[in-house]
């Protein structure tokens, strides 16, 4: 019988690096109002995590932080600045996550491997998502998402793997074309 749910004491401020890494038994964490920081893979690997609220006093997620865990969906803090390397990566039951618009930069892999991802809420205007820098594969291997903004929805939102097959469809499309006109 391992560990199923933490309940955090108002007095904490941080949560230490890979403090619950692979603690798989995990499913339910409770987080105060006044909690800063949440380590490096503090949570990473608890493929069981599935109940979690992060208040909005949180403006740390650092890297690998829910890495592999097992999130369904995800309410990033309002005063979050920047999504850190791999923070969500792994994450194979994540299907939803909410992106506030305080969000500057995403770091790479940051979704890697989240194959069933689906919707990415931001709560702000389109130009202001497209004006937040990413780092390239910081969507790599994702499911085909949608980012749905306060203006409208930005689509699609292709995998690698589903680009890789729409632009090879186009050249066997060209290629017949050419076949075509030639004859």
């Not at 749910?5 to 890979?18: D, E, K, L, M, P």
């Not at 909410?98 to 990415?120: C, E, G, H, N």
């Not at 990413?134 to 930005?154: A, L, M, Q, R, V």
Request: overall charge neutral; hydrophobic content about 35%; some cysteine.
């Amino acid at each position: 019988v391992g560990l199923t749910s933490v309940i955090f004491s108002n007095n904490v401020t941080g949560i230490a690096r890979q403090a619950f890494e692979g603690c798989i038994s995990l499913k339910k964490v409770i987080i105060p109002k006044g909690l800063n920081v949440i380590g490096e893979a503090s949570f990473s690997h608890c493929t069981n995590l599935t109940d979690i609220i992060v208040p909005d006093s949180v403006t740390e997620i650092y890297s690998f932080a829910f890495s592999g865990a097992g999130l369904t969906n995800f309410i990033i803090p309002k005063g979050i600045k920047q999504i850190r390397s791999c923070t969500f990566s792994s994450c194979t039951n994540l299907e939803s996550i909410t992106i506030p618009a305080s969000v500057t930069y995403i770091s790479d892999y940051v979704f890697s491997k989240s194959q069933k991802l689906s919707m990415i809420n931001y709560p702000s205007t389109k130009s202001q998502w497209n004006a937040i820098e990413k780092k390239e594969g910081w969507d790599k291997n994702s499911g085909p998402y949608i980012i749905h903004c306060t203006d409208g929805d930005i689509l699609p939102c292709l995998s690698e793997k589903s680009a890789e097959i729409i632009s090879a469809h186009k050249s066997f499309a060209e290629k017949q074309n050419e076949e075509i006109y030639y004859r």
